[in-house]
């Protein structure tokens, strides 16, 4: 009895690390400046219409360019500045950075493996690949469960968060491009939240630019797409389905790599 407990405990421990595995294998083909050698970056950040939005706002004055300054230190420090703006407005600030902390996922992907090591992981085979099942077993985290798709080529299709009130299906598009070596890279991803008659869509469609051998965002198109249902009021009427487009851009510039320069700023306090 003893051996056979074993024997099963050693399966389950192998299926495990095995599932944990595979999906190191998927970060493993896919592109990330980190493993190139990238440990310290700045750069800046435009989203189109942004400053003349700002400027409706007469307490701030008038501005001519309002903009980013990121600086990154590896393995996960960063620091985000508001450019062009008067002194104080801190809370203006920080609702500013909130709009694109998001969107820095695409220059400095976070370990895809990592964000998943606090969950029970479980393979299902699909017709077209595979289905890994991210369980919380401990039920202590917001979202209890995840469920993964790989297509035949073990590449990334889909992240289904099941929570309690909201189910959210993100959808991964990759290629490799000529500085990537081979190396899978992002190029859009399109997240759906909510239900049918209900519901928004988010896709973001980036656009890179090669530097010195490694590759980076130059923009990204963002399109919002809100569906939502007006109830008849009258006798004889039907619902309307409505539909609601917002599109912005984002723009990144100025890579300066491996200067020492975030480091600086964010260590020593240098601007410099």
Known sequence: MKL?????????????????EELEQFEIRSYNPQVRGVKDLVFEVRVDGLTDLLSKNLALGKLIDVYYKVY?????????????????FAEVKDDLRNLIKGKLEFVLPENFSSKFKDYTLKVEPTIDGKLIKAIDATYTMAVPELNIYFDKDNKLKAIESMAPMS????????????????????????????VEGNSLTVTNEIDYLALDGLGFPSKIQVKNVQEYTVLATKKGEKNKLLKKEQGSKIIFSKYEVNTGKAKRFIVDGILK
């Open 4 to 20: 056979l407990n074993f024997l099963l405990l050693f399966l389950f421990s192998t299926t495990t690390f095995a599932n944990i």
């Open 72 to 88: 990154w230190l590896s393995p996960s420090e960063f620091r985000i500045e508001v450019m062009g703006l008067p002194n104080g």
């Open 167 to 194: 189910k959210v299906r993100t959808e991964f598009f990759h290629s490799p491009k000529a500085w990537s070596n081979n190396k899978l890279v992002t190029d859009k991803v399109v997240s759906k939240s909510g």
